[in-house]
């Protein structure tokens, strides 16, 4: 019997929480029982740990980075994110591709001993540009995830797993190569956001959103980590004040404007049923 359900999110810029919210609620609702929540987006969310009992369903969800589960996060859920309970994977992702990010989360999940009550790739509008995927997810959208939530709640009530490798994709293939409008690679591993001081307010906002808690609270146009690109700061800069200026990540992302702006499609994955 499944007495709860807990959905787990990475988010930055809030597309993963959308849906994983979504996801919990229904399935707690078609189960008769409560959902909770744990954000693990800012790093006190991952000062502890993520360990439900047997008797509950965990929705875990992360947005796809360079084809797979971010790799700053990655380690965190593969250390701190077990059980022997019941298990979904969820990735959103910005309408490129999911590569591999499903698989990965399956095996995450599947190595911290839980069984697989379904998977599920959503697509999500792109924190680099709101051309790819633009205002997705839709109610539409949601509606779609929240009926498949119900069936996996049901699936894991009544013990029918699916199977890990009915997740397409490799758990340990290598990360997508970002390209150019050239197709050569995008080199901008080093890029932070750059902050126009006449724009800024010093309101303190990017300091507290970085995920990584990268931005200096004194001085916002400085780093104190690594950035991720998540683009939380720029987009929840209340001035406007924050952008990336880098010239590769700027071709990178008319790359995904010219190529990527065809609607790549959700997929869903039950126990007992091919991906749809
Ligand atoms: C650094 C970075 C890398 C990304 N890589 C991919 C990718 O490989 N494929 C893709 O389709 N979307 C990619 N995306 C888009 C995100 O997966 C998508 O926008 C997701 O909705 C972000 O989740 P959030 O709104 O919860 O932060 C990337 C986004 C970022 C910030
Ligand atoms: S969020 Fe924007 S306005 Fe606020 S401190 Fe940061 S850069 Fe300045
Ligand atoms: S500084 Fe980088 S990692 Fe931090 S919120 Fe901004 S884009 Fe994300």
Redesign the pocket.
Known sequence: MIRRVTGAFFS?CGNVEKVVRTMAETAGARLGVPAGYADITLPGGRAGEIVPGEDELLILGAPVYAGRAPNKLAPYLAAHVRGTGWAVPVVCFGNRSFDNALAELASILTKGGFHLAGAAAVVTEHSFSSRLAPGSPTAEELAAAAAFAAGAAEDAQAGRALDAAAVPGDADASYYTPLTLEGTPARFLKA??AVDQDKCVRCGT?GR????G??DRDDPAA?TG?????????KRCPAGA?RFTDEAFLSHVRMLERDYVRPAGSVYIRAGEAAR
């Open positions: 930055p932070v956001p990017c959103v970085c995920p990584m990268s931005v780093m690594v950035c991720i690109k998540c683009q939380a700061c720029v924050r």
